[in-house]
């Protein structure tokens, strides 16, 4: 009931950069957190981002003063900044929300299908 779309995957060269996009729709109320996760070939998949309604924000040590995480809470929509990008950010980066679909407070939490960033050397 709540869709999360993801766009701006890639192919880029190490130390280039790359913005994703994430929209949020359908039977929203309120959005709440929202974060960037990333799954690498055979690995667990890891947070990357996370950024509140208020704009407190979190990061992986390994992606600290390289990426940056913003929000639009009017368009439900957040971006990954990805700057000096490196061949181990290779991975599929999956949009993560969290919020409430009615005024009672239903609760919801959803993922996007992901978008492949790849980085080569």
């Known amino acids: 009931q709540v869709q999360l779309e993801e766009s701006g995957g890639g192919l880029v060269q190490a130390g280039g950069s790359l913005r994703l996009s994430c929209a949020a729709s359908?039977?929203?109320?309120?959005?709440?957190?929202m974060a960037w996760y990333r799954q690498a070939l055979a690995k667990p998949r890891e947070l990357v981002a996370e950024?509140?309604?208020?704009?407190?924000?979190k990061y992986a040590d390994s992606v600290k003063d390289r990426f940056t995480i913003s929000r639009n809470n009017a368009r439900n929509m957040i971006w990954l900044q990805m700057d000096t990008l490196k061949p181990e950010d290779t991975a599929v980066y999956l949009c993560?929300?969290?919020?409430?679909?009615?005024?009672?407070?239903?609760?919801?939490?959803?993922w996007g299908q992901g978008t492949q960033v790849t980085v080569s050397s």
């Open positions: 359908g039977n929203i109320f309120r959005v709440s957190t």
């Open positions: 993560y929300a969290i919020g409430t679909q009615d005024v009672f407070g239903a609760q919801f939490n959803s």
């Open positions: 950024i509140t309604r208020g704009g407190i924000t």
